[in-house]
């Protein structure tokens, strides 16, 4: 029977029994050998591996018996990031995860409706909320003092998300708060990112995955150079972390309450629903069997949609249409490319400005546009590059001569070295990230008293970075809605 998903901070812990059964259950998984499907490695495998980096770190040894090659194609590599697939992708991810820990539970005498929790860290009435539960914080398990397998894990220095001295900004609910549609469209940005096919890093992040999923994993793992990044800064070692999963049934949890809003748009176009073609999306099972699921099994009343204790508290939801998807509007509207720069930028730790001309005047549109919601603009920050597993770019954008009004936001580029090698499928073509600017170009419109014909955006790194960035266009996109 399957369980209900609870939040691990109303559980009666620290140290409560589904955390205690957890550790546990990923204690038994890591004695388990890389080739057993039902393994720690295994599981961690099919979200992305590194042999090599895997080796050096003493995960695995050159001669730990693997699973052939054919099924390392098919199994190995493949978490969906930076496309539409991102997060029924994670879903499917999590069911199978979840029922082969439930199923050993189970036969350990375990409860038979556990159920992976989630790290609520954006509940504002918890002032906790953002601090690492205690359970993967401690070294031992209370009562048999034995190592505790959640806190056997490489991280960064913090033991909380948000502000830190080389990310100074906090995670937020923006993408659960500005009612929107599920898929982007060219240079504009939806909750669940731009149409993609089976692409472990594609090119643009959906609003959820930018903010607060991107956000939460370079956190966590960490970049403090010299020193190594964290598991949890890199995918291809994120999913050998165990605060993954409940920060990932977080991130499900959030798209589970987005569905629920009235005005949200979600994706239900059979390309989306029978995705992807022609690889699709392989897990195994308890009993070791491997099966194929597409998103449409992912969506609520589906053989996958988990059940979740509340989607209110930390979700800046509130339900309208119960625990079905909310309707899906027709329409989403045109784009229409507005202005970009010309030349690659080279960012390090020192800032780098590049000039964007307007084709258009957005700005006097949007101040003339009724209702305003009607006119849109986007700022894209396209085809990053970088050797680093993941990037952090701080942008600010003004209109010269124009005081006092301005654009401040923090990109995280989760997966850039991955998106950005063309040893794999995506060539590297790097990464982009688009930004919502309608509200703060209208500020600089009004205070101009004329139209805008320029604007200037700065890029720079966090201090101490040494790894270069290259970003090939800045971009200004208008959407008008339907």
């Known amino acids: 029977m399957a369980g209900i998903r609870k939040d691990i901070a109303k559980l009666g812990g620290p140290w409560s029994d589904t955390m205690l059964w957890y550790a546990r259950a990923v204690g038994e998984l890591r004695t388990r050998q890389l080739r057993d499907r039902t393994s720690w490695l ?153 149409i993609s096919g089976f692409d472990q890093q594609g090119n643009a992040y959906g609003a959820v995955e930018s903010d607060p999923h991107n956000f939460v994993h370079v956190m966590v793992g960490g970049n403090v150079p010299p020193s190594p990044t964290g598991w949890m800064y890199d995918p291809d070692f994120a999913g050998l972390d165990p605060i993954f999963w409940v920060h990932h ?29 022609p690889r699709q999306f392989a897990m195994p099972d308890a009993q070791q069997n491997i099966s194929i699921f597409t998103p449409e099994d992912t969506l609520p009343g589906a053989a996958l949609a988990p059940v979740y204790d509340n989607l209110i508290d930390g979700t800046g939801i509130t339900p309208t249409v119960g625990i079905a998807m909310a309707t899906t509007p027709t329409g989403r509207g045109t784009s229409t490319l507005v202005g970009a720069n010309d030349e690659v930028l080279q960012v390090t730790a020192s800032p780098v400005t590049a000039r964007v001309k307007l084709a258009a005047a957005p700005a006097a549109a949007l101040a003339a546009a009724a209702p305003a919601a009607a006119e849109r603009l986007y700022l894209n920050v396209e085809g990053v590059r970088g050797n680093s597993p993941s ?39 790097g990464l982009s990230s688009t930004v919502e600017i309608t509200d703060k170009v209208a500020a600089m419109q009004a205070r101009a008293g004329a139209a805008i014909q320029e604007l200037e ?13 290259t970003v090939d266009r800045i971009s200004i996109y208008r959407l008008r809605v339907r």
């Open 42 to 194: 295994y599981l961690a495998a099919i979200h992305g591996i590194n042999p090599q980096g895997w080796i050096d770190q003493n995960i695995i040894s050159p001669t730990t018996p693997a699973p052939n090659a054919d099924e390392q194609r098919l199994m190995f590599n493949q978490c969906q990031h930076a496309g539409w697939f991102f997060l029924p992708w994670h879903r499917g991810y999590l069911h199978a995860f979840e029922a082969i820990l439930a199923d050993w539970i189970v036969s350990q005498g375990g409860p038979t409706t556990w159920a992976l929790p989630y790290w609520n860290y954006l509940n504002g009435s918890d002032p906790a909320s953002r601090d690492y539960p205690q359970e993967f914080l401690d070294s031992t398990i209370p009562g048999d003092n034995t190592p505790n397998p959640l806190a056997n894990a490489f991280r960064g220095p913090a033991v909380k998300v948000g502000p830190q001295a080389w990310i100074n900004v906090d995670i937020s609910l923006d993408a659960q708060t500005t009612q929107t549609v599920y898929t982007s469209i060219p240079g504009t940005l939806g909750y669940g990112g731009p």
């Open 249 to 277: 049934c977080n991130i499900d949890r959030l798209w589970a309450a987005w569905m629920t809003g009235g005005g949200n748009s979600q994706e239900t176009s059979r390309p989306w629903l029978n995705g992807p073609f």
């Open 391 to 429: 990037g952090v770019l701080s942008v600010r954008v003004v209109a010269p001569g124009i005081p006092d009004a301005e654009v401040n936001e923090t990109l995280v580029f989760f997966g850039l070295g991955k998106a950005s090698s063309t040893d794999g499928s995506h060539a590297g073509n």
């Open 457 to 469: 955006v700065s890029l720079v790194q966090p201090e101490g970075t040494s790894s270069e960035i």
